[in-house]
């Protein structure tokens, strides 16, 4: 299972890249993994705001429809517009296929995400 | 019922910590675990979901050849004298017309109407009846036949736990089959049966039916027996291109094909008429049914609801249990959608008062709270080849 350094991790296997007072937001390799083939992903507007761990896209395979929580609050500055005709991307390429890009409301709630180390032992617990 | 609604924490834990004592292991459990199969609870049974992938397992099915196991399916039998009449008294469809070695699909139903289960009725003899009922009904079917075998002379017996089944679905089905038998397949016609085949040394029953809509056939032997006929099939069936497949894709295939799933497009609240399958209800059947009278009344009176196909054309997939509105009101709910693997487009059932099941007409389903639009379509998905 990939997981990329710097980036940070939730439990629910979605990961944010910082970039200032900015972030990227995806899934991991983890969930593009046990979500299979994926053919459909939801996005929010740009200036949406979510609350942390409050869904802001849904992500579906052929079979399941997945909510994905922001990890932290933040307002949506950008969405993956090349998602909505090529879904597939999330499996091609989580890492580099982000889902939105925010601004972080309070760069403290990093802290209570893992880091690319604590996700690798937190993967390796979980199997 | 599948419901895949989850979040991925939760998926992990149905896939590694898939140790409920309370799911059953059908005697192919070993092999899906071998062949990394993502193991989950489905109706009490531990099964594979996937293995590969859903979708190249679509395909392989719709283009060469899947292998199903369907180990979990219930078996009754219904031996004696009055056993075609017990079982014609029981079911919509008119078991008097089949003849030895010959199936048929028929729904069993409550005296309102609503269904108790649908299934396949294999006749043996004309005093030897075998019923295939889904897994997750067996239970409650059992007991509902035992229950009205009144003044009957037949003798009833779920033997659903000495029994292991495959199916083996697609185009290249009989070729492969063919690699391990004998027996002339060519004389097993549509809905019929054989048994006691030899397949790669096991001793088999084989018809074929199937829940794909693809040709194919569904093999009956014991728990040992069955684990061999698995990894026979799946080893001739190598230079076709064959898969093992799981439940995911034995859903999207079944319902490409406007195949119903109880508790879906039938059910207990939902009657045969309504679901769109009347050609299987034989209102006109010498003799009485359960349900007859209900059925009859409500067919007279005219459908207040209906099962219509539908395509979407905004964006989105539709699921089961969504909203469909017009107008802003209320006019029925989705039974299942999908983004169907071999139309590349997502289509749905969905039960909707009859005005509005014309096709063509333009409804719209709510996703998540925000309505898409739709329109309705043939539930006939699938272009027979």
């Excluded at chain 2, 006691?196 to 001793?203: H, M």
């Excluded at chain 2, 909203?323 to 909707?352: C, R």
Aim: net charge negative; proline share 3%.
């Amino acid at each position: 299972m990939k997981v990329v350094k710097g980036l940070y991790y939730s439990n629910d296997h979605e990961w944010v890249k910082v970039d200032g007072d900015e972030a990227y937001v995806g899934i991991a390799d983890f969930a593009q993994e046990h979500l299979g083939d994926i053919v459909y992903v939801e996005l929010p507007e740009v200036d949406d705001e979510f609350a942390k761990e409050e869904a802001f896209s849904v992500v579906e395979s052929v079979k399941a429809a997945s909510d994905i929580y922001l990890p932290v609050s933040g307002k949506v500055i950008a969405v993956n517009e090349a998602l909505e005709d090529e879904p597939a991307l999330l499996n091609a390429d989580p890492y580099e296929n982000w889902i939105i890009k925010i601004v972080l409301n309070d760069k403290a709630e990093l802290d209570e995400l893992m880091t690319s180390e604590d996700y690798e032992k937190f993967l390796a617990e979980e199997e | 019922m599948l419901t895949f609604k989850y979040r991925f924490n939760i998926v992990y834990i149905k896939i590694k910590r898939s140790d409920k004592v309370t799911a059953k292991k059908t005697p192919l459990y070993g092999e899906h675990v071998k062949l990394g199969g993502n193991v989950v609870d489905y109706a009490g049974w531990f099964l594979p979901v996937q293995y590969t992938g859903l979708i190249p397992e679509h395909e392989a099915v719709r283009n060469a050849a899947g292998i199903f196991d369907v180990s979990h399916m219930g078996e009754i039998t219904v031996k004696g004298k009055d056993a075609v009449a017990f079982v014609d008294y029981l079911m919509t469809n008119d078991i008097t017309k089949i003849v030895d070695n010959q199936i048929i699909y028929t729904l069993m139903c409550y005296p309102d109407g609503g269904v108790v289960d649908d299934l396949l009725v294999y006749r043996y003899e004309n005093n030897y009846l075998y019923l295939v009922v889904n897994a997750s009904n067996t239970g409650k079917d059992y007991a509902w036949i035992l229950e009205h075998k009144g003044d009957f002379d037949v003798e009833i017996e779920n033997i659903s736990d000495s029994v292991g089944e495959v199916a083996l679905q697609g185009p290249f089905a009989q070729k492969i089959l063919q690699k391990l038998t004998d027996f002339d397949l060519d004389k097993i016609e549509f809905f019929h049966l054989q048994r006691d085949i030899s397949v790669d040394g096991v001793n088999c029953m084989i018809s074929r039916t199937g829940y794909t809509g693809e040709d194919g056939f569904e093999i009956y032997a014991d728990n040992e027996g069955i684990v061999k006929v698995w990894n026979s099939v799946l080893e001739a069936g190598k230079e076709f291109g064959i898969l093992p497949a799981g439940l995911g894709c034995r859903d999207t295939l079944r319902f490409e094909a406007s195949l119903p799933l109880y508790g879906h497009e039938i059910s207990q609240e939902i009657t045969p008429l309504e679901g769109g399958f009347k050609y299987f209800v034989k209102l006109d059947k010498a003799a009485d049914f359960i349900g007859k009278e209900a059925l009859n009344k409500q067919w007279s009176e005219g459908l207040k609801r209906k099962l219509a196909g539908f395509e979407l054309i905004g964006r989105g997939i539709a699921r089961e249990g969504m909203e469909v509105q017009k107008d802003g009101v209320i006019i029925g709910h989705v039974t299942t959608g999908y983004m169907s693997p071999t139309l590349k487009k997502t289509i749905g059932n969905a039960l909707l008062a009859s005005e509005f099941t014309e096709l063509g007409t333009e409804i719209e389903v709510m996703v998540r709270n925000k309505p898409v639009k739709a329109k309705v379509i043939s539930k006939k998905f699938l272009k027979k080849k």
